[in-house]
């Protein structure tokens, strides 16, 4: 099994940056990919980006150019570096893990992200 536990996240006015952090613990040898998913109020849970062990990177077309992933692969950690959030960024963001088979193998607890007017 494993444990995601997030860090970052908070209140930014429009056009700011906010970083999330995710450490993973556990079971990280089954690890493949990383990445974050977020949900907004009354609306599902969306994927945002995820990161595999080979580095391999995609974005949902509604981050790209504005958020950044990167690994620590030693650490088990990802960071995401959002950058010109926008008022509709606001969501609670999670982070999740993947096995090599793409199985969910952990979800974060959330964290939230307001991005005011």
């Known amino acids: 099994q494993v444990q995601l536990v997030e860090s970052g996240g908070g209140l930014v006015q429009a056009g700011g940056s906010l970083r999330l952090s995710c450490a993973a613990s556990?079971?990280?040898?089954?690890?493949?990919?990383m990445g974050w998913y977020r949900q907004a109020p009354g609306k599902q849970r969306e994927w945002v980006v995820f990161i595999n062990s080979g580095g391999r990177i995609n974005y949902a077309d509604f981050v790209k150019g504005r958020f950044t992933i990167s690994r620590d692969n030693a650490k088990n950690t990802v960071h995401l570096q959002m950058n010109s959030l926008k008022p509709e960024d606001t969501a609670v963001y999670y982070c999740n893990s993947r096995s090599y088979y793409g199985v969910a193998t952990g979800w974060g607890q959330g964290t939230q992200v307001t991005v005011s007017s």
């Open positions: 556990g079971s990280t040898s089954s690890i493949d990919a």
